[in-house]
């Protein structure tokens, strides 16, 4: 049976590689002085700038499991699982070559391979969280046939609740390449690992849990009922997740886990579903809500566009806010040194930019091409000629 398609997905994704590029550019650049958390300002902008990567991871994993339930073939055939695991494998190699400097490896002398290599990042990690899920439909598919959406609920919570624990255990004999991997290491006097397995990769399975809902309820994911489900179990907690924490923990208080009460992962979780299920009903009544707005310019395929790009935006913000890879140093011209006003125009042209970048890519991406033809045809324009001159005896 043909689904009806989940229209506001492509939305979501794009908000969030949006909420990425505003954060990380507002992040960069402005001063130190100016990052003051008693400013209502400034507080609510570091609340929303806070759930940025969760929001991305979540979406990453919502999106990857519904598209791979969602294919007519399931099992080996199903071919979204030779693409999950292409698309898992380039994610985690691209993060890592994004840790590379070949500027300063060719300017400066020194070692391509910096302890900047050995870090986990956002990348990295949806990649190996994708490779995860691909690991349970296939258990789900050949070996136990419980619903996939279990798997990955009991995954995700199993990797929130154990994260106090591997942050306490002693890791001096663990290879720092692992280390970084799997958490935060307390050892600080080389660079560590931003988005690790534990407890990030909680958020892409709760994500995937979502999509393996849509999937099977597929009506569900239309109506009214799904967001105000999602935002009452949002607010329970955002409000509520350290008395369920602390009654959780007084029942395995014998387990050996460290004591994980205070988890404010499922805090963020919260939060992240309460501004998915407003999101999805300002999507169901977008057509009243956007009279007011009509006169606004508003260019729809290019901003679901924007979504289904975001791998191709976020590798190259980070080549240039970050010195990723080639190490420009064009951040350093913004970084720490803009004030809240210009801060935020220059967010605004960052992401302009990129908007601009989205809309002409197919021409960019075929630059090449038509240069290589252009000077091929060059090329055998001036043999033909050389050959006819000598032809003639000229």
């Known amino acids: 049976m043909e689904t009806k398609r989940i ?42 700038r806070g759930l940025t990567a969760p929001l991305f991871l979540f979406i990453s994993g919502l999106i990857f499991t519904y598209l791979l339930l969602k294919n007519k073939k399931q099992g080996y055939q199903n071919n979204r699982l030779t693409k999950g695991f292409k698309r898992g494998v380039s994610l985690i190699c691209i993060g890592y070559l994004l840790q590379l400097n070949l500027y300063t490896f060719f300017t400066s002398s020194k070692p391509l391979v910096t302890d900047l290599f050995q870090i986990f990042h956002i990348l990295q990690c949806i990649g190996a969280s994708l490779l995860i899920i691909i690991s349970l439909y296939l258990v789900k598919s050949y070996l136990l046939r419980i619903p996939l959406g279990i798997y990955t609920g009991l995954l995700s919570i199993s990797i929130f609740l154990t994260t106090p624990t591997l942050l306490q255990l002693d890791y001096s004999g663990v290879p720092r390449f692992l280390e970084n991997i799997l958490i935060i290491s307390a050892n600080t006097n080389q660079k560590v690992s931003v988005f690790p397995l534990f407890p990030w990769a909680g958020f892409v399975l709760t994500g995937a849990t979502l999509g393996t809902i849509f999937h099977q309820f597929p009506k569900l994911a239309h109506s009214l009922k799904l967001p105000i489900v999602l935002f009452i179990i949002g607010f329970v907690l955002d409000g509520f997740y350290y008395n369920i924490l602390n009654f959780l923990w007084y029942l ?83 970084s720490m040194k803009l004030t809240p006003w210009t801060a935020i125009f220059g967010a605004v042209l960052f992401i302009a930019f990129f908007v601009i970048y989205i809309k002409y890519l197919e021409q960019i991406q075929q630059f090449p091409n038509k240069l290589y033809r252009s000077i091929y045809c060059r090329y055998l324009k001036r043999k033909r000629s050389r050959f006819s001159q000598r032809s003639y005896g000229v």
């Open 7 to 48: 229209t506001y997905i492509d939305s979501i994704r794009s908000i969030a590689i949006l909420m990425v590029l505003e954060g990380h550019f507002i992040t960069h650049s402005l001063q130190t002085k100016f990052r003051d958390d008693s400013n209502s300002i400034y507080a609510a902008w570091k609340f929303t």
């Open 252 to 334: 395995s208080a014998n387990s050996g886990l460290s004591d994980f009460s205070d988890v404010y992962v499922f805090a963020r979780l919260g939060q992240i579903l309460m501004i998915l299920s407003s999101f999805i009903i300002l999507h169901k009544y977008k057509a009243i809500l956007a009279k007011p707005f009509q006169w606004v310019p508003w260019d729809k395929e290019l901003f679901i566009k924007i979504g289904q790009n975001t791998l191709s935006i976020f590798v190259l913000h980070v080549v240039l806010l970050y010195q990723g890879f080639f190490g420009w140093n064009i951040n350093q011209l913004i």
